[in-house]
Structures are given as C-alpha cells and as structure tokens.
C-alpha cells in the first residue's frame, strides 16, 4: 500500500505538492494541513474505461426530476419548491443554530410517504429519540443510527434502502481506508465524495449537516460547495429566538430566497410574515430609527434602520456597523457631512440592523442616512414613515427595482408616509392612504426630516 503527502488549504479546499505559509489560491495564512492519500498496492489503479454515447438534449426525459414538500413551507421556498430526489443538500451553520432541529422536524412529514434514516454522529439513538419526542418528530418510516464510520452507513444504507438520508454531521464521518483523523480536509471530501454518488446512482435525497467556524465558512473544507447541489445556511444569534434560512447555492431554483423561523420550546415555528416580526418592539416616535424595505428574493421585507451618533471619545471617532456594510456605512457618512451638511466626522457612529438581518442591498441607503441624521440632530422620525433608495456619492437618491412591490408592503404594514426617488415617484400607482415623499438628493430628505 503506497501513500503520499499532500497538503489542503483549510479555507477553500486548495490542494498543493508541498507546505507553504500562504494559500496560493485564496491568500490565506497558515491554513496549509497536511494530509495522507493512500492508492492500492503497485500503484494507482486504473479505472476501467467503458462506451458511451451522447444524446441530444431534446431526447433527455426531464420527468424523473420529482419534487416533494418537506412539510415545512419556508424549508421548500429556501430549497426553490421543495426537496428533489436524487439531490445532496448541504445544511450549514455555527453549532447549536438549530440545524439538527430542523433537520429531524422534518421527518415527521417525510415518514407519511418515504422512508428515512437519520445517522449521527454526535447523538445516540437515545437522545435521538428524546429529542424526537420533544420535537413530536417520531414516525414508523423514521429509522435512526448512530454511527461514524462511512463504510457502516453504507451497509446500513443497503440494508435498509431509505429515500431520503439525512447526515448529521459531516465533520464527524470518516473513511476508514485512510489514515487522516475525522473532520480534516481529506476525510470530509472522500466522505462527500461517497454520498453524492450514493445520492446519484440510487436516487435517494441526502441531506448534510455541516458546522461552520468563527470566519462563516463551512468548517475545514470550502470545496463542499461545489461538490453538493445545494447549499442551505442556517444564520442567527443563539442568543435571538428567530433564524434565517439562506440559499448559497442551488441547482435546482434560485438563490435569493429566504425563510425566517423562531427558536421555540418545542422546536422551530415558520414565520410566515417576516417584515411584522422584524418591527416587532420597535420604538415609537424615537430618533436614530428608520423602516426600509428589501428584496429577499421574491419577499419584500421590512427592516428597521437604527443609528446612534455620539461626541467621540478621543481623537479617532469610532464606526461601527452590525448588519450593514462597513464600507458602505463610511460612505453614507461622508456624503452626509460633504453634501448635507452634517459635521459626523468627528463624532462616533454606530449602525445596527434589528432582528439579525443583513442588508446587502442599495436600497437601503435612504433609510441608513435618515436614521444618521436623526441620531445627530436628535430630530424624531415619524413611526409611521419608511424610506427606500440608493445614495450616490454626489448625495443624488437614484431608483431602485421592484418599488411597487416594495411599497404595497409598507403600505399593508400601516405605514402612511414613504420617501422615494424623485426620478420614479410619477410612474408609481397612488396608493390608498400611503403618501409618497419624493427626494432628489440627500438635502431633500433632511428637509422632510427637519420640517416633517
């Protein structure tokens, strides 16, 4: 049995002949591991080479790509419609978000007309099944095993012929045919590697449970990403009850779409109106807050805008944003003191996004320096009044997409005023009681804030 050295970047799954401080991919320092492959006696086998033959894409049958609900609605918009067979569907997040909750939930409802088998590596069967009793996950089609060796999953993968196959987790699986300790770079990929054929050649959904570390990225390796169909991440504080479902990547449907749940004690409840419970607890009539509005996928969403400016403490003022680009917040900050007039530059700022929410998107430029604005001049923002659009560095308000859309959702919230872009306030159908503010730059939103 022959073997060699080669080393894997721990941050995006680069592999090298030989060690080195930096990544030469992806730049990263000191995240070269080393790792032993090992190839059969007299060398590397060679695979066995067969016919094939192309076929024309109009002669390819589509209909054995089935879908099916997972029995929770935000689960099935995330995954684009529902779970497809045949698919490996890769579940991220930090330890303890609530991945093997939502994970064994939905057993229940896949137990009424498929069979499936729940393999942990963290849990006994015992503590499985008291989880399941708390969570009311329990099922006759629901078939559990605690195990970490790849080799025994898949005797009991051919034992049992489950169509659905859940991993919880992938870090903790190995390969008993190499020398690498479970969770390193190489295990994690030859066990991938082993599911998704599993997953292709017999036509059974599996879903992977993968951890993720301090930086966000899915633990040891990045190269699962390309690897599996689709990438779930599961983001939120521990501390908060609500939890977000992003979609990274998916093969099958888009990825834009969210889904939002709460952290109860029985486990987790899908939150049908998102933007209801994002403004939940919001202060009335409080400066330093403004409402917008944001496209996660095909949802509208509103998010409350909070800022805080304050005299700084020392010669260097402090910025500081927590749900909200930093690069952009500095941005916004400098166009409010060259174009409005503001004098933020020597003051501390502090940006937060309520509800553990992150924006990425420009249209919440409007409402980020409204809320600024009203922290420094201490001038309240009407409770019923959001703002939505894009800021340019010359303090112009540019238009964004979707703002019929985003509007009926200020509007069903109860909301009365909204500012807009000058530009695209004459296309937009009057609403019944919404009224529409019009800017053209930033100077005209500082006017609405100051006179109302």
């Known amino acids: 049995m022959k073997s060699k050295t080669v080393f894997y970047c721990t941050e995006c799954g680069n592999e090298s002949p030989k060690w080195s401080g930096r990544c030469s991919a992806c730049g990263a320092w000191n995240t070269m591991v080393e790792q032993v492959e090992r190839s059969t006696k007299g060398g590397r086998k060679i695979p066995t080479v067969v016919a094939v033959k192309a076929s024309p894409i109009t002669d390819i049958n589509t209909s054995d790509e089935i ?203 899908e939150v049908e109106n998102p933007s209801e419970m994002l403004l939940s607890g919001r202060p009335e009539d409080a400066p330093g807050t403004c409402v917008t509005c944001v496209m996660e996928g095909a949802r509208p969403v509103l998010a409350e805008v909070q800022a805080l400016i304050a005299p700084a403490s020392g010669s260097n003022p402090r910025r500081t944003s927590n749900g909200f680009d930093y690069n952009r917040a500095a941005m916004l900050l400098a166009v409010l003191e060259k174009r409005g007039g503001l004098k933020v530059s020597q003051c501390d700022a502090y940006l937060n996004i309520i509800g553990g929410l992150t924006l990425d998107e420009p249209a919440a430029d409007l409402a980020a320096v409204v809320a600024i604005a009203s922290s420094y001049l201490d001038k309240t923002v009407p409770s019923s009044m959001a703002a939505m659009g894009e800021v340019g560095l010359s303090g112009e308000i540019r238009s964004i997409s979707h703002l019929e859309q985003r509007l009926s959702e200020v509007q069903r919230l109860g909301f009365t005023k909204c500012m807009v872009p000058a530009s695209r306030s004459r296309e937009i159908k009057p609403l019944p009681h919404l009224e529409l503010l019009p800017v053209k730059n930033v100077a005209d939103a500082l006017r609405h804030l100051v006179h109302g």
Request: negative net charge; contains cysteine.
């Open 67 to 269: 879908r099916f609900s997972t029995g929770m609605r935000e689960l099935d918009r995330v995954l684009g419609g529902g779970a497809v067979k045949g698919s490996l569907v890769l579940v991220g997040g930090a330890p303890g978000i609530g991945k093997s909750t939502l994970m064994l939930q939905i057993c229940r409802q896949l137990g009424e007309f498929a069979k499936v088998l729940y393999v942990s590596g963290e849990e006994s069967a015992h503590q499985i099944k008291l989880r399941a009793q708390r969570l009311n996950a329990e099922s006759e089609n629901l078939y559990v095993l605690s195990e970490t060796c790849l080799g025994n999953l898949m005797e009991s993968v051919n034992a049992e012929a489950p169509d659905v196959l859940i991993v919880d987790s992938i870090q903790t699986l190995y390969n008993e045919e190499l020398d690498s300790p479970a969770g390193g770079v190489g295990q994690v990929k030859d066990c991938t590697m082993a599911l998704m054929h599993l997953a292709k050649s017999r036509n059974i959904t599996v879903f992977v449970i993968g951890h993720v570390n301090k930086e966000g990225s899915i633990a040891g390796p990045k190269v699962l990403e390309h690897m599996v169909d689709c990438v779930l991440y599961f983001e939120g504080d521990q501390h908060m009850t609500y939890r977000i479902l992003r979609a990274a990547k998916n093969r099958f449907g888009a990825t834009n779409e969210i889904g939002v749940f709460e952290m109860m004690d029985h486990g987790l409840k």
